[in-house]
């Protein structure tokens, strides 16, 4: 047997990496390592105090169970590494064998007498850990009768009166404290382990309600953004069709319509490239929701959008020199939150609005996106409830816009505030964790 595989055998203990095997398999685990802790502490105690005091041990029982516990070692370390699959009635059987073991050992090393038999209580606290309440109050009642049994022929056979006076009483008081402490014990325990088992259970439904809801959230975002995008095109096509629709046949015949056709092309185009990326949006091959994009890639996105669909906007976007080669996440719902604060804000304005992207000067490890406008503020009631959902003070409008917003930049560690600046109508910063590095290739949003 080569060293790596010595290694790998007395390795049964569970460790960090054993996390996605089930618990069967990790419970058989921790078995054997008990196995050969109790057994290996039992071999060297004895050869040591054999040094001092020669021990009258039986070689051929002892002997026969350490072959019994090699095997049983062995087969159950290559069912850990082997077997497809561990049920709980392998774990019941090699408990069971441990019983068997400890008992062969204590009937020819003392029965009660022997301290080693408290080790019976060690087996039931793992059993009520790993097995559920039946079985462990099974082996309570196993290893009561183990024990009382050995106490029984003790006392018939009159063994322990010969070493010295009251002995008897001594072992009585050591099998009522066994008794009392294997009931606790599998009381006790079985239902720690139930309450433990029923925690995991539900922080497990909590993880996937959670993960469940933000991608709800994240769906909502990236709809609320689509919805945006779909309003001005369709709001374009809707007046050259009315434009055309009032035409004579005759008028029709003179006006040359090819450029409104081409108009009307383009917005169709911007219809479905703004449904197909909430169509993909969760979809496993989409390259733009891997990895990171640059600051300046947004900027450039973000503007194109809006001067695109608000051309008659005043709009003045700046960057910072040193947030240009910035990586953020490549998350397209961040574009739409962004875009659709501009969009709050040029609907908010009298005449102009203003788009700034820098590092924050108080956290460098984080970009700043300032949106202001010279509008009348944002009304009193709006911001007490500010992030709230449907809150809004446009008739007609859901109140959804900061909400999903706000939560879009909170999945990715970022938030949103917003002032009123006197005199200056309203100042929304973005704040967004940078990453250092990306990890894909560079995607544009």
Not at 119 to 142: C, I, K, N, Q
Not at 356 to 373: G, M, N, P, W
Request: proline fraction near 3%; hydrophobic fraction near 45%; glycine fraction near 6%.
């Amino acid at each position: 047997m080569t060293k790596t595989t010595l290694i790998r055998l007395f390795s049964l203990f569970p460790d960090s990496g054993a996390d996605s095997r089930s618990a069967p398999r990790i419970g058989l685990q921790r078995l054997l390592g008990l196995r050969i802790l109790v057994a290996g502490s039992s071999i060297a105690g004895a050869l040591l105090f054999n040094l001092f005091s020669p021990l009258e041990l039986p070689l051929l029982p002892v002997a026969l169970v350490l072959t019994g516990i090699v095997l049983s070692v062995l087969i159950g370390y290559w069912r850990v590494n082997h077997a497809s699959l561990i049920r709980h009635g392998e774990l019941v059987m090699q408990l069971a064998l441990d019983f068997v073991f400890a008992s062969i050992v204590l009937m020819y090393t003392g029965g009660s007498s022997n301290p080693l038999i408290s080790y019976l209580l060690v087996l039931l606290a793992v059993g009520a850990t790993l097995l559920r309440s039946l079985w462990a109050h099974l082996f309570a009642l196993l290893a009561i009768l183990i024990h009382t049994g050995f106490l029984a022929y003790g006392i018939i056979s009159d063994e322990h009166s010969q070493h010295m006076p009251n002995f008897q009483l001594h072992l009585v008081g050591m099998w009522v404290t066994f008794v009392v402490s294997a009931a606790l014990i599998t009381t006790f325990v079985s239902r720690m382990a139930a309450a433990i088992r029923s925690r995991e259970m539900t922080l497990a439904k909590s993880r996937e309600n959670e993960l469940r809801n933000e991608q709800l959230v994240a769906i909502g975002s990236l709809a609320a953004g689509t919805a945006h995008a779909l309003g001005t095109p369709l709001s374009t096509m809707a007046v050259l069709l009315s434009d055309l629709d009032g035409l004579t046949d005759e008028q029709l015949r003179e006006t040359s319509i090819k450029a409104d056709i081409h108009v009307l092309r383009q917005q169709v185009v911007r219809c479905k490239q703004s449904l197909d990326q909430l169509t993909h949006f969760y979809h496993k091959g989409d390259q733009q929701h891997l990895g990171r994009m640059r600051m300046s890639s947004l900027h450039d996105a973000v503007r194109d959008y809006i001067v695109n669909i608000h051309p008659r906007a005043h709009i003045e976007f700046t960057i910072s020199d040193n947030c240009r080669e910035s990586w953020i996440p490549a998350d397209i719902t961040i574009r739409h939150a962004l875009i659709n604060i501009i969009e709050n804000a040029i609907r908010a304005a009298h005449q102009l609005v203003t788009v700034h992207y820098c590092i924050d000067e108080t956290r460098a490890s984080t970009a700043l996106i300032k949106v202001q406008d010279d509008g009348d503020g944002i009304p009193a009631e709006v911001m007490e409830s500010m992030g709230e959902p449907f809150i809004s003070s446009r008739e007609g409008s859901m109140g959804l816009g900061i909400f999903l917003a706000n939560s879009t930049l909170q999945r990715h560690g970022g938030s949103i505030e917003m002032f009123n600046v006197p005199g200056a109508g309203a100042l929304t910063c973005i704040h967004l964790p940078l990453t250092e590095t990306k990890t894909v290739g560079e995607s544009t949003p």
